[in-house]
């Protein structure tokens, strides 16, 4: 770990519990006097905290000193995820939060199950670790949208990930937003609608599942 994620760093003292507790005095076995760093993840400040007293169930700790310290990707990758089981984007936020993706538009397109819903506090629970482990100083902002067709009108300069002969590593200097079909990838009547100069691809004729080919996306773009 990097540093504990606390929704409450920055004040003169923090109390933990539960899981906190555990990894912290459980599993890496801090003692009285140890100075530990945590994160609140909202703004960009690293905060240094002495532990003061261990109890059976928690410990609190003072504050020593804070520094501001961003840990982000130079580029910014707004990503429309059509929506796809929810088991599969709590399988793969963490990488896609560790390849420094900004944010996070789950979209219900034409070939997304209706009945599926995400837990917006269960996956900011995964990113919270998921940023404790690799240093990133936020993580990745989620919203969800009804349509493509909503998401177009506000974001009119989307790329769309689709089979196309231009590669996306040719453009991924110009690309900020990108949409990412669902299982089954996207209707022809979506199709139809897309910016013919706007739809990339990748160097294979292999179909990829969506949780793939987010995440090859995302690395050829951001890294």
């Given at each position: 770990?990097q540093f504990?994620?606390?929704?409450?760093?920055k004040?003169s003292?923090?109390?933990?519990n539960n899981?906190?507790?555990k990894?912290?005095i459980?599993?890496?076995?801090?003692?009285?006097?140890?100075e530990i760093?945590?994160?609140n993840?909202?703004?960009?400040f690293?905060?240094?905290?002495?532990?003061e007293?261990?109890?059976r169930k928690d410990?609190?700790?003072?504050l020593?000193?804070s520094?501001?310290?961003?840990?982000?990707?130079?580029?910014?990758?707004?990503?429309a995820w059509?929506?796809?089981?929810?088991k599969?984007?709590?399988?793969?936020i963490a990488s896609?939060n560790?390849l420094?993706?900004?944010?996070?538009?789950?979209?219900?397109?034409?070939?997304?199950?209706k009945?599926?819903?995400v837990?917006?506090?269960?996956l900011n629970?995964?990113l919270?670790?998921s940023s404790?482990?690799c240093?990133?100083?936020?993580?990745?902002?989620?919203e969800i949208?009804?349509?493509?067709?909503?998401?177009l009108?506000?974001?009119?300069d989307?790329?769309?990930?689709?089979?196309s002969t231009?590669?996306?590593e040719t453009?991924?200097?110009d690309?900020?937003t990108?949409?990412?079909?669902c299982?089954?990838?996207?209707?022809?009547?979506?199709?139809?609608?897309f910016?013919k100069?706007k739809?990339?691809?990748f160097?294979?004729?292999l179909i990829?599942?969506?949780?793939t080919?987010?995440?090859s996306?995302s690395?050829?773009?951001l890294?």
């Open positions: 770990m504990s994620y606390h929704e409450d760093a004040e003292n923090l109390a933990i899981d906190t507790y990894y912290l459980k599993a890496r076995r801090h003692k009285v006097g140890d760093y945590f994160r993840l909202n703004d960009s690293a905060y240094l905290y002495k532990l007293s261990i109890g410990a609190l700790l003072s020593v000193s520094e501001e310290k961003i840990v982000e990707n130079d580029k910014k990758l707004h990503l059509c929506m796809v089981d929810p599969t984007i709590e399988k793969n896609l560790e420094g993706v900004d944010k996070i538009t789950f979209v219900y397109c034409e070939f997304s199950q009945n599926f819903n837990n917006i506090e269960k629970r995964i919270y670790n404790s482990q240093g990133r100083s936020s993580i990745i902002k989620l949208c009804d349509s493509l067709e909503e998401f009108q506000k974001n009119p989307s790329y769309f990930l689709d089979f231009t590669n996306i453009k991924k200097h690309i900020k990108l949409i990412i079909g299982e089954g990838g996207f209707s022809q009547d979506e199709r139809i609608t910016d100069n739809v990339v691809g160097k294979s004729s990829l599942r969506s949780e080919a987010i995440i996306a690395s050829k773009v890294i």
